[in-house]
């Protein structure tokens, strides 16, 4: 499953979108120097820039403390030609991530991991759904992987990827299963999987062997090795699997075009476009 064509084709109807509205305004903030935050960072303006989103970088030293954080972050939610905020993650130890995310008005939470998007999420009625989690599903329904009734495994249950991806499969009406550290059996479970996301920051704890014959496999991970990046899943999977997908190239693009396509989706929120279930100004 070739991510870097699909992410193509969604960045190019974001761009198409974005001429359509006008203005899209993405507003993130960097606290302190740690230089893979500061790569994904860079992707994510270069990104918005072709699809013709205007990034606005906001970079605050590693000891800021807490409350200035919350205060910038605050303020760009209440700014009025602001469509998109994104506090990048992780932040620094002594900053509470949960009380930096709650101050992102819901509204304009691109990441989705407010506690409302995570909730509207719960409750079946998807509003802004974090960026990895859509890219996988917009990866199985490229390749026409079918998901109702299907048995689905998703290895990992981080807040970020494991727990949404598996709601999302659950609408679409898989028997989800979620294996985490503490999972007994892992292979008793794998081996039922019809549609498996790996999703654990291991590299290759997801043996070929452990892989139900022509399951859609999911690589999320993205682990360096001394032999380069490496996903979860062993490489021979990739003769067992009905289809899988490449580390790098298969889930990482899609996570971008999808943060493009949140921050599309949020301009149509603020716009009055689309109605945010539960109205604007939550924070
Ligand atoms: P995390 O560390 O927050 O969570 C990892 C999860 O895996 C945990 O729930 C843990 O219980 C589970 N786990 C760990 N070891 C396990 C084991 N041996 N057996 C079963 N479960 C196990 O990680 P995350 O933020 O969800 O990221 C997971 C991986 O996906 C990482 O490699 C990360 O780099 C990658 N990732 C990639 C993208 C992308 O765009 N491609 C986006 C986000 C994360």
């Known amino acids: 499953m070739d991510g870097r064509a699909l992410a193509a084709r969604v960045r190019a109807e974001v761009a198409e979108d974005v001429r359509e509205l006008g203005e899209i305004v993405l507003a993130t903030v960097l606290v302190g120097d740690d230089p893979a935050s500061a790569r994904y960072i860079g992707l994510k303006h270069k990104a918005a820039e072709e699809a013709g989103i205007r990034p606005l970088d906001h970079r ?111 609408q679409a009406n898989a028997t989800v299963t979620v294996c985490h550290s503490r ?53 021979e999977a990739a003769q067992r699997a009905g289809a899988i997908t490449p580390v790098p190239g298969g889930v990482g693009p899609m996570t971008i075009a999808m943060l493009l396509r949140n921050t599309v989706r949020a301009a149509r929120y603020r716009r009055g476009q689309l109605a945010f279930p539960l109205g604007r100004g939550l924070t």
């Open 60 to 170: 605050l030293p590693a000891n800021t403390p807490e409350e200035e954080i919350v205060g910038l972050v605050a303020e760009l939610s209440a700014q009025g030609d602001v469509d998109g905020v994104l506090p990048q993650l992780p932040l620094p130890p002594h900053v509470d991530e949960t009380t930096v995310i709650g101050a992102v008005d819901p509204v304009k939470d691109v990441d989705g991991f407010h506690p409302v998007n995570a909730g509207q999420l719960y409750l079946g009625r998807p509003t802004l759904v974090p960026a990895t989690p859509l890219g996988i599903m917009a990866l199985l329904e490229e390749y026409d992987v079918p998901i109702a009734g299907v048995e689905a495994v998703v290895v990992g249950r981080s807040d970020i990827v494991g727990k949404p991806v598996a709601h999302l499969l659950l």
């Open 183 to 235: 999972t007994r059996d892992l292979s008793a479970h794998t081996l039922r999987a019809d549609v498996l996301v790996a999703a654990a920051g291991s590299a290759g704890l997801v043996r070929a062997d452990i892989v139900k014959p022509g399951a859609a496999v999911i690589d999320v991970g993205q682990n360096e090795t001394d032999a380069g990046l490496v996903g979860d899943v062993e490489a």
